[in-house]
């Protein structure tokens, strides 16, 4: 087949699959994903972007289609449903990092994958009035799998440029999920990825704020709105990824869509290279030289108080996409090493009580900061970027260097995948607060059973708390 038909292979291969063909390891790891997807959203609705998100919703108002996650007496139109759940999945960036199939893509710089179509699939599946355990399953590896054959097909410069792949790619994921559940065909699925392609947006340069959490969110919205627009009629080229006018030449510019052109399904992305899994609220990159020092600490019996500087050594590829040597917010702190080494030092540990303005700005953590620095080692440099390398110095106030190098299959990778138990302790520790730990248990039950249930929206009940009118300051008016 022509490589100029990654839009059709894309649309062919949405439209035809179908639960049935779903190994049943891919299917574990589907649930495994949309657990750990539902744990990041429940964390996410306490950040301040949510906040805002529910005064701005509330107040638009309009058909009452969906449920919100954390919310569910609240019915919003379906594409602003999807919004909420996207904005609420990255909020905290602690959803799951795509990792790199093929030579060339940059390892831990490709797309978030899973927040989309959940979102979307979320959404669609309330609009519907509720979808089987299977569907929802097989709609949600449907959108996963296109946003991640689309995020290897167009050539890295996309995110070196300055694009945020999970805004500009994650909405293909999105509106294929939402295509899946609506069985839209195959030329309708191809018009909805490229209308998907004229809504697709986010730039780096918004890191740090509010705004990066927002690309997510208007990926899940845009897909959404492209798959119903389409299923009202709205028109689209047949194409929009491919040629000269296409997503990968605009976007990438250009790319390599025979690399996957075969490899839809085959395989399936979420198995093969599959996915990190994040047990940090922060970057994937940041990850293996936190728990460098995590575990050096607990070696040596060190405290904070015992160390008097720390220099990590790393690559460009894992210091360029840090934007901030210091952090005074809980945004910046996701970007920052200083303060992601910091509140390991301090705290020992770095989740959802970490990431707050309260514990950056807090007197041990500013302190802490301020020992620690970031080198681009040459040595490193050279191994390549085929895996996320970096090396932590401690100096010890009683005059000794300890160097740890970080783990290159660190945890929550595919080659040390955080077991379903650590997977339920990190939705525990999102969902402290918000779920007693019985009905974590409910949730727990109930996804890993996903297949199992006649109908996917029930998740919305469990996840039932009061996410928005407190925070809106308006009445739920569209139940």
């Not at 707050?356 to 301020?370: C, G, L, Y």
Request: proline fraction near 5%; charge should be negative.
């Amino acid at each position: 087949m022509s490589i100029e038909n990654l839009t059709e292979v894309a649309a062919r291969f949405v439209a035809g699959l179908q639960y049935e063909d779903l190994p049943e390891q891919v299917v574990h790891l589907a649930r495994r994903q949309i657990l750990d997807g539902l744990a990041v959203q429940i964390g996410g609705t306490e950040q301040e972007a949510l906040t805002v998100a529910a005064r701005y919703l509330t107040g638009i108002g309009g058909a009452p289609q969906a449920r919100l996650l954390g919310a569910s007496g609240v019915r919003l139109p379906a594409h602003l449903a999807a919004f909420w759940h996207g904005l609420a999945g990255h909020a905290m960036d602690w959803d799951d990092t795509q990792l790199a199939r093929h030579p060339g893509r940059a390892y831990g710089l490709l797309t978030h994958p899973t927040i989309p179509p959940l979102a979307a699939a979320l959404a669609i599946a309330d609009l519907l009035g509720g979808v089987s355990g299977k569907d929802f399953i097989a709609a949600f590896v449907a959108g996963f799998d296109v946003e991640c054959k689309i995020a290897e097909a167009i050539n890295p410069d996309h995110y070196h440029r300055g694009f945020h792949p999970s805004g500009t790619i994650g909405v293909f994921g999105a509106a294929m999920a939402a295509g899946k559940l609506l069985r839209l065909d195959v030329d309708q699925l191809r018009q909805t990825l490229s209308l998907a392609a004229s809504m697709a947006a986010g730039i780096r340069a918004n890191y740090g704020t509010m705004t990066k959490p927002l690309h997510v969110g208007r990926a899940a919205e845009n897909g959404v709105t492209a798959a119903l627009l389409v299923r009202e009629g709205f028109t689209a080229d047949q194409s929009g990824l491919d040629g000269r006018w296409g997503f990968l030449t605009i976007a990438g510019p250009g790319g390599n869509p025979e690399l996957v052109i075969n490899e839809f399904g085959n395989p399936f992305s979420i198995l093969e290279p599959g996915t990190s899994v994040k047990p940090y609220p922060s970057g994937v990159l940041t990850h293996p030289a936190m728990d460098a020092l995590r575990f050096l600490m607990q070696d040596e019996n060190l405290a904070a108080d015992d160390i008097d500087r720390i220099d990590l050594y790393a690559a460009r590829n894992v210091l360029g996409p840090i934007r901030f040597d210091f952090a005074e917010t809980e945004l910046q702190g996701k970007f920052c090493f200083q303060f992601l080494l910091a509140a390991i030092m301090v705290a020992g540990k770095a989740g959802k009580r970490e990431f707050t303005n309260a514990f950056v700005q807090s007197a041990p953590v500013v302190a802490a900061q301020r020992r620690i620095f970031t080198h681009n080692d040459p040595e490193i440099e050279a191994m390549g970027f085929d895996k996320i390398r970096s090396r932590i110095e401690v100096r010890t106030r009683d005059g000794r260097k300890l160097v740890r190098w970080a783990d290159e299959n660190y945890r929550g990778g595919p080659f040390n995948p955080l077991s379903d138990a650590e997977l339920e302790e990190k939705f525990a520790d999102a969902a402290a607060g918000l779920l007693s730990s019985d009905r974590c248990s409910e949730i727990f039950d109930f996804i890993w059973k996903l297949d199992r249930k006649t109908d996917a929206t029930v998740v919305l009940d469990l996840l039932n708390w009061d996410a928005v009118s407190e925070r809106s300051n308006l009445k739920q008016e569209h139940k």
